[in-house]
């Protein structure tokens, strides 16, 4: 019977020590920890410690470059949480090769879109090779025909080609680690070329400050690897801190989302991460299923990442859980991004969520955060993501790029030797957001409280009203949490120019075919946010599962207004 690799190494822990990967690799091989592969049934399917993933991906480098792969071609990769991905992503760190992680079709809307999509990624790596599952085999060939790669198909490819002659390259600290790629859902995707040594100064700040890992310390995650936070949290960092990982896959949460808590109880795990709603389905899913067998005493880091951190999620959570162990001071909020490898900012340990209460009709005239006074309809707690991390720097700027002082919102700038080389082939693009001085554009908006950053939006979602700056999460949360029915990405907030200025449109996903209760939700909705934001809204109801989704789970407004726009929604109702 095979098992889990252990939780200890065995080894005396390193902390992103080192130069590469692949000497990273190296060192976590000499230990006992690896990463474990888990079934939508909770089975284990596959064990692979660190060191025969050193062993395979040194063998697979070889017989890659003896296949005519160059030391800095891009490698396209299908990042399926299995092995395989694993296999293939190390052996191009040992060739010299750069992987490209390339999503799965869940997260899309059909055979052809998915096709499309990985295409132009592929092409915006100029990708030499693309790899991917033998269940995705035909759809990889068809989304790389015509394209003349040198090698298409599974890691099968390279089996039959002699491993010996080859000469593995000395890779370097400045050389490209992989490429991590924007949604896309927009534009053509972005490449974000992260370099080995750009990776270990994020690997170093989430580990050591950040995480603060300690002996004894094991993740757990069903974060998909093609995103950033899947891709650096939970599987790069973990490696290059010798920690063993247990895997569900992402496609398998959403199904079953208490088989992520089954297995940090199972396996004693103390780390994991995920976006609000994570959290959010495992808690409605406590509501009817039986939990009595959790135990999240040893959860001590319950990250929350890759979207804005909604407090009455995490508080409903903790509520659920705490009698199975779980802490609300677990809680850890953060923020961060894939040009920047990952994180940027981490909240404190060990205290939870902290929230700063500001008055929202200041923020929204006069972009200043007030503090409110009590808790009313006009406030809003806004989330402390903590401090940057050490050797890094954020500043919150004004439209004429000077910096602004403590509770002024702007523009969110950051620096730091965790930052992208560029987008990698398009150098308008970088330029757009990197400075010749280093800072980075990120294009957020938000404010420093007491030396931490808080997330307020995106600048390109900020809706303008009359002169008031209207966050359009404001409004999706107002009406999820206000109207019965509704759930958390059940709205989309977005403004439409009009002849009078912008007007806002609210999509709203519906379950009901009845016409008496479809139109009740569509002036329940309008007469919630008249209340609570006083603004008129265009109200339309579309289908569920509808609204779409960026390649991390997110919901992507400026997809769903192009969708709009389109008329990718018949017969629109208005209230």
Known sequence: MVSVTPSESGLAPRLAEFGTVAEALDYAAKGATGFNFYSGRGELVEVLSYRDLRDQALDLAQRMLRAGLVPGERIAIVAESDGDFMRAFAACQYAGLVPAPLPLPAAFGGKDHYIDHIRRMIQGAQASAALAPAALGEWLQAAT?????????????????????????????????????????????????????????????????????????????????????????????????????????????????????????????????????????????????????????????????????????????????????????????????????????????????????????????????????????????????????????????????????????????????????????????????????????????????????????????????????????????TAEHQVAGLRSGDVAAFSVDAESGEAVTVLVQCRSADPAARTALEQEVAGVLRAAHGVEVKVVLVPTHALPQTSSGKLSRSRAKQMYLHGAFAAPSAA
Request: hydrophobic share 40%; proline share 6%.
């Open 145 to 477: 025909d015509g394209l003349g790669l040198k090698a298409v198909g599974t890691l099968a490819l390279f089996q039959d080609i002699p491993a010996a002659g080859a000469d593995l390259p000395k890779v370097r600290g400045d050389h490209l680690c992989y490429l991590q790629f924007s949604s896309g859902s927009t534009r053509f995707p972005l490449g974000v070329a992260v370099t080995q040594d750009a990776l270990m100064a994020n690997a170093a700040g989430i580990t050591r400050h950040g995480l603060q890992v300690r002996g004894g310390d094991r993740a757990t995650s069903w974060l998909p690897l093609y995103h950033d936070m899947g891709l650096v949290g939970f599987m790069l960092a973990p490696l290059i801190a010798q920690l063993s990982v247990d895997y569900l896959p992402t496609r398998e949460f959403a199904r079953r989302p208490l088989l992520w808590l089954s297995l940090i109880t199972r396996n004693g795990g103390t780390i994991s991460y995920s976006p609000s709603f994570g959290y959010e389905l495992a808690a409605r899913r406590a509501e009817t299923a039986s939990t009595e067998e959790l135990d999240l005493s040893r959860w001590r880091v319950a990250g929350i990442g890759g979207d804005m951190v909604r407090p009455r999620v995490m508080e409903r959570f903790s509520t659920a859980f705490a009698a199975r162990g779980f802490r609300r001071e677990a809680f850890v909020a953060s923020y961060g991004m894939a040009e920047a490898s990952l994180a940027l900012t981490f909240a404190p340990l060990d205290r939870g969520i902290v929230t700063d209460l500001i008055e929202l009709d200041r923020l929204e005239n006069e972009q200043i955060a007030v503090p409110a006074q009590t808790e009313s309809t006009r406030a809003r707690a806004f989330v402390l993501n903590g401090p940057p991390l050490p050797g890094h720097a954020v500043e919150v700027r004004d439209e004429d790029g000077k910096p602004l002082p403590e509770r002024r919102v702007g523009r969110i700038f950051a620096r730091g030797p965790s930052l992208m080389k560029a987008y990698f082939g398009r150098p308008e693009e970088t330029a757009a957001v990197m400075g010749a001085d280093g800072w980075l554009d990120t294009g957020d908006l938000g404010y420093i409280c007491d030396g931490q950053i808080v997330i307020t939006g995106r600048a390109k979602d900020l809706i303008l009203v009359n002169g008031r700056n209207i966050w359009p999460q404001d409004l999706e949360w």
